[in-house]
């Protein structure tokens, strides 16, 4: 396995403007009731982290190690659905992993920081502090499995290859905050363009 000691970190706020900026980055539409985001025109709602908790206890009491699978895909179809907005902008990688980032950020999801080599995909690994998605859990593995999903589904839609997420560390499973790898996937059969049998 190769070395990360050449990984870039990225700062998530290296200013104070950005930590400033919420009120930039949602407008609300009282008119409307809408809450919609100034880049771009999605609308957005909020979802309380006590209210995920209650969801996924339930969802996790409801279908065992199969509830996994469904967080992990809807995380994916979120994931990917984020990361297109964000490459039709047309940016470069880094300055899509940034708007990525914010949008982590502006999202309540918790402190991101990334390491490895954006630009190739290669030795990719993020950190989570404060992860909203396991806030209040307890759990003997890691179980950030909607994040997981989202990671994955970014990734995918960002290289255009699949990735295998692991979850290293998890706040739910006592550690100090949540840790994640990419890995790439050799049996790839991920396609950014459909594949259309003739
Ligand atoms: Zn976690």
């Known amino acids: 396995m190769s070395t990360r000691t050449n990984a870039s970190k990225y700062a998530v706020f290296p200013n104070l403007d950005e930590r400033a900026g919420f009120e930039n980055f949602y407008g609300i539409d ?17 979802f309380s982290a006590k209210g995920w908790s209650v969801l996924v206890r339930r969802i996790c009491s409801s279908f065992d190690s199969g509830a996994d699978v469904i967080f992990f895909e809807m995380g994916q179809h979120y994931g990917s659905s984020i990361a297109l907005g964000v490459k039709n902008e047309g940016a470069d990688y880094e300055r899509s992993i940034r708007r990525l980032i914010q949008r982590a950020i502006f999202s309540g999801w918790g402190k991101v920081s990334v390491s490895g080599n954006l630009p190739s995909g290669k030795n990719l ?12 859990r307890k759990s003997s593995k890691p179980s950030c499995n909607f994040f997981r999903g989202i990671l994955s589904g970014i990734a995918q839609t960002l290289y255009g290859r699949s990735f295998k ?3 290293e560390q998890c706040i739910a499973s006592g550690n100090q905050c949540c840790k994640f790898v990419l890995e790439e996937d050799p049996y790839s059969v991920y396609r950014i363009e459909p594949v259309i049998d003739i």
């Open 30 to 46: 009282s008119s409307t009731g809408k809450i919609t985001m100034r880049q771009g025109t999605d609308r957005v709602f909020v």
């Open 125 to 136: 690994a993020l950190r989570l502090d404060g992860c909203v998605f396991c806030d209040g």
């Open 165 to 167: 997420v692991i979850e």
